[in-house]
């Protein structure tokens, strides 16, 4: 099974304070992906990567970029973290074998 | 847009039943659809991929549906027992990027 973790997998932080997520994977897959989880909104997409200093915006990314030095390494910034912020987030790959997916455990991220 | 509707929101019966979940997609221009199961605080454990070209998977007590032309996917527990509570997600592979396409889900609850 493909390797992934997320890091901090729980984190309070203040409003206008920069937080940065960590996902890393273990194994060389291209695509990886970030996502926001909340009541009511389900799951959805903040920004992906599709290779090494390749990144695109998902359907909330405002608020949020990324980085990706590395191909085993997919960073998430809030560059000034909000109360509407606070969710959990869940990175994900792409394992290639018919485009299945696999997810982190997630982290709760709290802005107060 | 995509957009993935999961009926019903909430299902609750008794140990031993059959039940059937539903999935539903507007744009039939798939690459594949993927079920998840969540636990509650946890991240997302995948279940089924069915690939476009696929009708059906099938995993133990579980099988999953995928007719493309209506936009719909079922997914099928055999012989329900208490710890497959969880909610239970559907998700779409699009077009751009590989992203998923996430449905609200369906919490299940599976009474002794």
């Known amino acids: 099974d493909a390797g992934i973790t997320q890091s901090p997998r729980h984190k309070v932080t203040e409003t206008g304070t920069p937080v940065t997520l960590r996902c890393h994977q273990t194994?060389?897959?291209?695509?990886m992906y970030w996502y926001r989880q909340d009541p009511g909104h389900g799951l959805r997409l903040i920004h992906y990567?599709?290779?090494?200093?390749?990144?695109d915006k998902g359907e909330v990314s405002d608020g949020y970029s990324v980085s990706r030095s590395k191909t085993e390494d997919f960073l998430l910034t809030l560059e000034s973290a909000t109360s509407s912020q606070t969710s959990v987030y869940f990175c994900?790959?792409?394992?290639?074998?018919?485009?299945?997916?696999?997810f982190g455990s997630g982290t709760r991220l709290t802005v107060v | 847009k995509q957009e993935v509707t999961q009926i019903p929101a909430a299902l609750s019966v008794p140990e031993g039943e059959n039940l059937v979940l539903n999935c539903s997609f507007t744009?039939?221009?798939?690459?594949?659809l993927q079920w998840f199961r969540q636990d509650p605080g946890k991240g997302l454990t995948s279940l089924l991929l069915?690939?476009?070209?696929?009708r059906e998977q099938t995993s133990g007590r579980l099988n999953a549906s995928l007719d493309k032309s209506s936009g719909r996917s079922t997914l099928y527990i055999a012989a329900s027992q208490p710890g497959d509570s969880a909610t239970y997600l559907c998700?779409?592979?699009?077009?751009?990027?590989?992203?998923?396409?996430f449905g609200g889900g369906t919490r299940l609850m599976v009474k002794p």
């Open positions: 990567s599709y290779g090494v200093k390749d990144t």
């Open positions: 069915i690939q476009s070209s696929q």
């Open positions: 994900a790959i792409m394992t290639g074998a018919g485009l299945g997916y696999t």
């Open positions: 998700a779409v592979v699009v077009n751009a990027g590989n992203m998923l396409t």
């Open positions: 744009d039939s221009a798939i690459y594949n």
């Open positions: 194994e060389n897959h291209r695509y």
